[in-house]
């Protein structure tokens, strides 16, 4: 039976006075995958960082309730604690700080206690096994340096390691080589392995989603929701673009 | 329309520097002494408090130290300057008015002509007085005054004045200003009441004509509550042998939400010493906006200065200095962050060419108060040849940690890549030195209504041409 | 009183523009280091209170000065470098602390194709302070001068750092470049930084650049995404900040003590 993780009703917000989303609504299930396709514009990472808690964005109306509590009021820390993750699609780079030990300090802050660094390492060198990385990647200085590949198979890695009830795929899949896109796909399905973990998949191609079992497909255009199905839309789209939803030149 | 301006094209120095022979009414002995500074309270009629504030401002600089800083000023001997020069007329709303070399002096440099096309209203001032003003009458109509600050002194906004005289500049502050309060003559009083708009700018021009005389002029503009104002200052003098002193005071008192543009074009000659003081106090939500080039002098010391009093208030400085032979020009700003959500953004450029030497002088202090502000300075220095100097000295000073604060600066010569690129085009390497400076001076160019914008390109390329062959 | 730190170029002679008064140090340890020519040197100091350094490093000669305050009372520490052609000098200086600290490197690039790096990280608190000076005077061609400075301010620290690139007549072919990154977590704190370029040769290059004050907001957004609160995300920083430098140590010794001693914190 359905059991709501994330509900979004009306939800609307504004950058720099602009309004972009112009009420949402949206409801994905624990365990369930979802897609959120539309044009460039469209305000689809909008709704990801308004999710997430972007302080460059204002929420406007509506409300958020994830995982039985309501999300707009938790500071961006707290949401991450809460299960909620976002891959970046322009990581920052922080001089000074490893990945590993950053990733170490997110984990003990999500669970609240200390680690031995001797598991964390053993869990660390699994997650980066699955997904085909280098070690050395782990004494890196975050994201510094990292080439465009190798921030989202760090974004990823990351994913994995904090292991959220809710990831955010933010475009993951654009202007990557294949290799990049086979790292991603092995890490949606390790974490996918958990069978409550959902995600929702923000993207404006298709590539990436052959490779997932797709419950469902939300089209955002204009700032709303302009249809939802299955993943019959996905190749409907593939073939006719989006046009058809919207209903500016209707 | 702005296009259809002829560009002076082949202009060399002489343009400015011209002189008539001096015909002045009255002029004070060289040298200051209380008897001077009396003597200059008794012919300009001053009220009793002003007699009394230039006698204590004399004192103030008698005790007060030359700058430990800075260029030097050995070759200004203060006994050989004659602080007073009362040319021979009374200020006239009608340049058919003014006595002939004068208005002859005013007209060469195109005054009257770019009155008539492009300004609200006009102020020339002539060794120690003004000689002309006039300010449109529509603009006046909007209650915007303009006037000679004497006789704004004795007139309906005399106690505004002394509230604000060198309150933002007190006699206290260094020497010069010191000598400022004590022989200041001269100058202008701005008031723009609230909400009114000036759409097109207001001008002052300052020539000085006596040799070994000191101009001493004071500004005192005040740009009510949401009022809009630009305000033209400009400079130049004939080159004599002996020294001159320019120690002028501007004071700008900007309201809330008022936007105040100040644009100068400096081009003293370069016998001049040019020590002035500027400073702007902004209240809430208002902004100012100094333009600066800085191109004559032989000495210079110049940091006009912004304190951001009221929450939101903003300063914008862009600066271009250039210094060639024989001038040592000391430029650059200094900003107070004093109020929540301030902001400041400076952005300058100086050039140094045939052993002149320019620095660039600085301070950015963000107080405890000035949470949320933000600054960011960037300056840019260029080296023509290595007979020159350029010296970047910039200072920040930071006391609260809600505050973002960049700095960024840049010192190199002209590209060899650019010139060669411009000569395969056909032009020559000196006029593609040039076109390479002026183009580096842009920041400041593109700020100033298109008729300075040419004086300016003209005067860099007087100074680029003059060295090259 | 003695004035320390004293600039090459003052600033408005405000903003302890023109130098600091102290007391002079009543014992300061005479130290003269020196690289002969084609060799390679570390030298790691103890942190010894107040020292005079002489350092000469000959032609084609690399010395790599490692120095770490821990805190204490502090003291002055007045450094003196002259390079002959080709010779490399580095200065590591890790200040972790002390009531009130006066650095000054002077580094005199004699030599054609001689170059000066310096590394400076400072973590300060309380009411210390610390007050720093440090100059790349260009005489050859081919000079090249990069000073890095980064570091963290809290409580009522204070902090200035004056730093100097003098590109004089003649170094044609040099560049010098200065970059300092402060960090300030505390409304009291107290910040200066006057990063100088004096110039007197055209065919020269010379750079600066300072950011100061708080964590650019992008940052803390991406970090708080990952569930590390926005007062851990300063902490982190802070660390990260010092730890930047003392990655680069060329010394494993004294980057393990550093670590040991928490210099390298807790979670991080």
């Known amino acids: 039976m359905a059991d709501k993780l994330l509900h979004i009703t009306g939800l609307r917000a504004s950058v720099e006075e602009q309004e972009i989303l112009h009420g949402v609504d949206l409801t994905v299930n624990r365990g369930e995958t979802h897609v959120i396709m539309g044009p460039n514009g469209a305000g689809k990472s909008t709704l990801g960082n308004v999710l997430m808690g972007n302080p460059a964005y204002r929420v406007t109306g509506g409300s958020v309730i994830f995982a039985g509590e309501e999300l707009l009021r938790k500071t961006v820390d707290e949401r991450a604690r809460a299960g909620l993750f976002m891959s970046f699609q322009n990581p920052l780079e922080v001089p000074g700080i490893s990945l590993e030990n950053f990733i170490r300090t997110a984990v003990e802050q999500r669970t609240g206690q200390r680690i031995r660094l001797w598991d964390f390492r053993k869990s660390l060198r699994r997650m980066l096994d699955v997904l085909q990385m280098d070690e050395s990647y782990a004494s890196r200085d975050l994201n510094v340096g990292f080439s465009g590949g190798e921030k989202k198979k760090a974004e990823i890695l990351q994913l994995l390691m904090l292991a959220p009830s809710l990831a955010i795929l933010d475009e993951t899949d654009s202007g990557l080589d294949v290799d990049a896109v086979r790292t991603v796909s092995r890490g949606i399905e390790e974490f996918k392995k958990e069978k409550a973990s959902s995600l929702i998949v923000i993207t404006h191609s298709a590539a990436i989603l052959s490779m997932l079992d797709v419950d469902r497909v939300h089209v955002l255009v204009d700032g709303r929701i302009a249809a939802e199905g299955g993943a019959e839309l996905i190749d409907e789209i593939e073939r006719d673009g989006f046009a058809r939803f919207d209903t500016r030149e209707a | ?469 | 009183m003695i004035t320390v730190n004293k600039p090459l170029a003052n600033t408005f002679g405000w903003l302890h523009g023109n130098g600091t008064q102290i007391e002079a140090p009543a014992s300061t340890e005479e130290i003269t280091l020196t690289a002969a020519a084609g060799e390679e040197r570390i030298v790691a100091l103890p942190d010894s209170p107040s020292a005079r350094i002489t350092v000469s490093v000959a032609e084609n000669a690399v010395l790599r000065l490692i120095q770490v305050r821990r805190g204490g009372d502090g003291g002055v520490c007045d450094i003196h470098v002259d390079c002959a052609e080709n010779a490399h000098f580095e200065w590591y200086r890790v200040v972790l602390g002390g009531a009130a600290s006066y650095d000054n490197c002077s580094v005199t690039l004699r030599g054609d194709g001689s170059s000066f790096l310096t590394e400076l990280g400072f973590r300060l608190g309380g009411d210390e302070r610390y007050d720093v000076n440090c100059e790349a005077i260009h005489l050859g061609k081919k000079t090249r001068s990069d000073i890095h400075a980064a570091g963290v301010l809290r409580d009522r620290a204070f902090k200035i750092l004056r730093g100097t690139i003098d590109l004089r007549r003649g170094c044609a072919g040099s560049v010098g470049s200065e970059m300092e990154d402060v960090l300030l977590m505390d409304e009291t704190v107290r910040n200066q930084s006057i990063p100088v370029i004096l110039c007197g040769e055209e065919d020269v290059e010379g750079n600066h650049g300072a950011t100061i004050g708080r964590l650019d907001e992008e940052l803390v957004y991406y970090l708080a995404s990952r569930g590390v609160s926005r007062e851990q995300v300063y902490e982190i920083m802070a660390q990260a900040k010092l730890n930047a430098v003392i990655s680069r140590i060329p010394d494993e010794e004294t980057r393990l003590l550093l670590t040991e001693n928490g210099a390298e914190g807790e979670t991080i």
């Open chain 2, 1 to 469: 329309m702005a296009g259809e301006k002829t560009i002076v094209a082949d202009v060399d120095r002489s343009f400015y520097d011209f002189r008539y022979e001096e015909k002045d009414a009255f002029r004070v002995a060289e040298g200051l002494t209380p008897a001077i500074v009396e003597q200059i309270s008794r012919e300009k009629n001053d009220p009793d408090w002003m007699r009394a504030f230039r006698l204590r401002s004399l004192e103030i600089y008698n005790r007060s130290v030359m700058p430990d800083w800075g260029p030097s000023i050995e070759g200004l001997d203060m006994e050989n300057i004659v602080t007073y020069v009362r040319p021979n007329t009374r200020m006239s709303a009608a340049w058919e008015d003014v006595p002939e070399d004068i208005k002859s002096t005013f007209e060469r440099l195109g005054i009257p002509q770019a009155e008539r096309e492009s300004l609200a209203g006009v102020g020339a001032q002539y060794d120690s007085e003004l000689v002309y003003h006039n300010v449109r009458e529509e603009v006046a109509a909007q209650g915007v005054v303009y006037t000679d600050l004497e006789s704004a002194l004795r007139g309906p906004y005399a106690d505004v004045i002394r509230e604000r005289f060198m309150k933002l500049v007190p006699p206290t502050d260094h020497k010069f200003a010191a000598l400022h309060g004590a022989v200041w003559s001269g100058g202008s009083f701005v008031y723009v009441p609230p909400g009114v708009e000036v759409e097109i700018p207001l001008q002052s021009y300052f020539r000085l004509n006596a040799p070994g005389a000191g101009q001493f002029e004071h500004t005192l503009i005040i740009v009510d509550e949401g009022a809009r104002l630009h305000f033209i200052e400009g400079c130049s003098a004939p080159k004599y042998n002996v020294a001159n002193l320019h120690a002028g005071c501007v004071e700008l008192y900007v309201g809330k939400n008022a936007l105040l543009r100040y644009s100068t074009i400096e081009n003293w000659s370069k016998n001049m010493y040019n020590l002035n003081t500027k400073r702007a106090k902004v209240e809430a939500g208002g902004k100012v906006e100094w333009v600066s080039g800085s191109f004559g002098s032989h000495v210079s010391y110049l940091y006009p200065m912004s304190v951001l009093a009221g929450r939101g208030a903003r300063a914008e400085f862009t600066g271009v200095t250039f210094a060639g032979a024989g001038q040592n020009l000391d430029t650059g700003c200094k900003i107070v962050h004093n109020a929540p959500d301030t902001s400041s953004y400076v952005n300058t450029r100086s050039i140094s060419k045939s052993g002149g030497v320019s620095t660039f002088r600085s301070a950015v202090v963000v107080t405890e108060r000035a949470e949320n502000s933000k600054s960011a300075v960037s300056c840019q220095s260029l080296m023509i040849d290595s007979d020159s100097r350029s010296d970047t000295i910039p200072a920040m000073d930071i006391r609260t940690d809600k505050a973002d604060v960049g700095h960024e600066a840049k010192i190199g010569r002209i590209s060899g890549d650019a010139v060669f690129y411009l000569m395969s085009r056909g032009i020559s390497e000196e006029e593609a030195r040039a076109l390479i400076v002026s183009g580096f001076a842009e920041n400041v160019s593109k700020e100033l209504p298109l008729e300075y914008a040419v004086e300016m390109n003209n005067l860099i390329r007087i100074e680029m041409k003059g060295a090259i062959g």
